[in-house]
């Protein structure tokens, strides 16, 4: 069953699951939140085993299943999803990754030691298609996923990140894959998509093998106006750090850099790109966990139970592994799984929140990020989707340019907060504030102190 826990503004969460209309019995994996029928509400989409679920957000904590009557339909092996208007009319439409064709009743003995049950490799099941949506607004959604080119039945998919790679204003795909190649789909503005995985150098390890992919990102984390790709990945095969050259290329710079070394033994599940101390560079973060209890039995130096992984940017393009002088609790190895990040105590800083696999869900309070100055953007579409995915927000200060999407989905099986959070490190003043709405609307604002929380409307520019 799935949870929702209200913020009490204090430091504390209140559980409003029962009677919220969420506390629905299903196999649930992964969520992604966005305001599909732009009424000012985020609703959710939760993926499952054998059937995926749409919620209408009803306002005052209350959901509706709206799953029957959507258009929507997935009874698949549902892992992350993600909104994103990938045709730019306004509405949020439905990208939702999917595994292996897999049930309990299809479930295979395997074993590592010949003696006791295992998971089985993912090359023992078949793979399944993902699934893209079309909002045709009135709440109705369309199975697009012939139509647009995405349609894939050998894939086995994990995660998806939404991100403009070859900056053409058109939202691209990639989808990370277990034992298959991950893709990439390039976004043609016509209501298709062409795959480039492979000739964009994302699709294999450097080994020219495919990995076991999990949860993805992306982020400019080196200022050079292009989004890179991180990728989670099975034990001994490390982090993949995708750098875009430019020109539709990319290079894995995670095999000769500390990403590669310290994340070598880890089987990550959840990743993601944030600033945790507002220096105006992203940092990395890797939720690792294994998914076989006994697996130091079969290799001495994989553990089951993992700590996270912290890489400090340190600005040239280069990170430092700082996993051990962030605290005590970061130390502890768990069984990890979803990653996501928002300011939860709204201090100015980024918090992480962590699922873990048989376990509660961890908290991670950022105790020292603040120290930084900072400035929290959200958007409010009017002509754009609500949610303002996909729109870019541009800062300058005395630190330079920093530039960030609003998107949905990323990590593995989560979402993180729509807000964008820009460190400054010690400047006070934004000089400029420019945003980029996927309609075409532009805004510029000048002159915006550091260290608030600004809301801005497509329609009436900065409303508190």
Request: hydrophobic residues 35%.
């Amino acid at each position: 069953m799935p949870a929702l826990y209200r913020n009490n503004r204090d430091g504390t969460f209140t559980d409003i699951t029962r009677g919220s209309g969420l506390d629905v019995e299903m196999y649930g994996m992964g969520v992604a939140v966005a305001d599909y029928d732009n009424d000012g509400l985020p609703d959710v989409y939760i993926t499952a085993l054998e059937g995926d679920r749409l919620f209408h957000n009803e306002g005052h904590g209350h959901f509706r299943d709206v799953t029957a009557q959507s258009g929507i339909h997935n009874a698949n092996f549902g892992t992350s999803a993600a909104w994103f208007d990938y045709d730019k009319d306004g509405k949020a439409d439905l990208f939702v990754a999917n595994y292996v064709a897999w049930t309990p009743q299809k479930d295979l003995w395997c074993s590592l030691d010949g003696a006791t049950k295992s998971y089985c490799t993912p090359e023992s099941y078949k793979g399944t298609s993902s699934k893209l949506y079309h909002n045709l607004g009135g709440g109705k959604f369309e199975d697009v996923t012939q139509k647009a080119g995405l349609s894939d039945t050998t894939s086995k998919s994990l995660g998806v990140v939404v991100f403009d790679y070859n900056q053409d204003g058109w939202p691209d795909l990639f989808i990370s894959n277990d034992t298959q190649p991950s893709k990439l789909y390039r976004n043609n503005g016509n209501g298709t998509f062409t795959e480039e995985g492979m000739q964009a150098g994302v699709a294999y390890g450097e080994d020219g093998v495919a990995r076991g992919a999990m949860g993805v990102d992306a982020s400019d984390y080196d200022h050079s106006g292009r989004p890179h790709l991180l990728v989670g990945n099975f034990a001994n095969q490390m982090l993949g750090l995708y750098h875009n050259e430019g020109k539709g290329f990319f290079v894995d710079e995670a095999p000769s850099s500390t990403v590669g070394r310290a994340s070598l033994l880890s089987l990550t599940f959840g990743v993601f790109f944030f600033d945790f101390d507002n220096d105006g560079y992203d940092d990395i973060f890797a939720a690792n966990g294994h998914i076989e209890q006994d697996i130091n039995h079969i290799q001495p130096k994989v553990q089951y139970q993992e700590p996270p992984l912290l890489f400090h940017n340190q600005g040239n393009g280069r990170f430092e592994n700082v996993s051990n002088q962030v605290g005590a609790d970061f130390e502890r190895p768990i069984i990890a799984r979803g990653a996501a990040y928002a300011d939860f105590d709204h201090d100015g800083d980024l918090d992480i929140l962590i699922s873990t696999n048989n376990g509660p869900a961890l908290l991670y309070t950022n105790e020292g990020g603040n120290r930084n100055n900072w400035l929290s953007v959200r958007l409010n579409g009017t002509r754009s989707n609500r949610s303002g995915l996909g729109t870019i927000v541009r800062v300058e200060s005395a630190l330079g340019k920093q530039w960030r999407t609003v998107h949905s989905g990323s990590s593995y099986c989560s979402q993180s907060d729509l807000a964008l959070m820009f460190g400054l490190a010690r400047d006070r003043v934004v000089n400029s504030l420019s945003i980029e709405w996927p309609s075409g609307t532009r805004q510029t604002f000048k002159n915006i102190a550091a260290n608030q929380f600004l809301t801005i409307d497509e329609s009436r520019g900065i409303v508190k």
